[in-house]
């Protein structure tokens, strides 16, 4: 499985750019964004949509990626990860029909 950090090394090796490039491009030192490629620390979401916009890459999933890889950070030592996450759902879902409803 892919992470958010192996699919930002994977986009700069493709385009065979130096991390000082993209740094200046971006607008991110070039230490965070080796960081984030080595998946020790996480890009902000507006690093993401930069470093999205800049390789090509799809914002949505950027996004999802840094969103699950949140999520199963938190919850990879806990017990009923499959239940949490579907009461979870239900209740995003609820927040949403209560916003919906206003």
Do not use: H
């Amino acid at each position: 499985m892919k992470t958010l950090g192996d699919t930002l090394k994977c986009a700069r090796d493709e385009k065979e750019l130096i991390l000082r490039k993209v740094a200046a491009q971006v607008n991110i030192d070039q230490s965070l964004i080796s960081k984030f490629e080595k998946n020790e620390r996480k890009p902000t979401m507006e690093q993401i949509v930069r470093l999205a916009n800049f390789y090509g890459l799809s914002e949505n999933e950027l996004i999802i990626s840094w969103y699950s890889e949140k999520i199963a950070d938190k919850l990879k030592y806990t017990e009923s990860t499959s239940e949490i996450l579907k009461v979870a759902e239900e209740k995003i879902n609820y927040y949403k029909a209560q916003e919906n409803g206003r």
